[in-house]
């Protein structure tokens, strides 16, 4: 683990962050976020308040997950012992991705259908 996965990660965690409260400000009370990605489309929705809590929860939740492996699967005499320092920034871009598709979604699904 380097310090520029950590710095990185950090970042993403903030992005992740704000997304949410981007969230918080555009979404409608009532708005329904998408939480589980299943096959061909979202399929677990929660309330608003819940659904922007739970993104960067769980996105703190994989970088902890991540760094923690990376940190003590190193071992002094097997320097190559650990995952490489992208994963854990490159597993954050895909939940913030995924969480900014999600926000996205429950927009247009509060917005009504279009005709």
Not at 46 to 56: D, N, T
Request: proline share 7%; charged share 5%; hydrophobic share 50%.
């Amino acid at each position: 683990m380097t310090i520029a996965s950590l710095v990185i990660g950090g970042l993403l965690l903030s992005v992740m962050i704000g997304i949410s409260c981007y969230g918080a400000v555009t979404l409608p009370a009532d708005a329904r976020i998408p939480l589980h990605f299943g096959i061909g489309s979202y399929n677990n929705f929660a309330s608003k308040s819940v659904g922007l809590i739970i993104w960067p929860a769980g996105g703190a939740a994989l970088f902890g997950l991540l760094t923690s492996i990376s940190v003590h699967a190193i071992k002094p005499n097997h320097p190559g012992g650990g995952a490489p320092a992208i994963i854990t920034p490159i597993a954050l871009a895909v939940v913030a991705a995924t969480q900014w598709g999600a926000i996205s979604l429950a927009k247009k699904n509060a917005a009504g259908p279009q005709e």
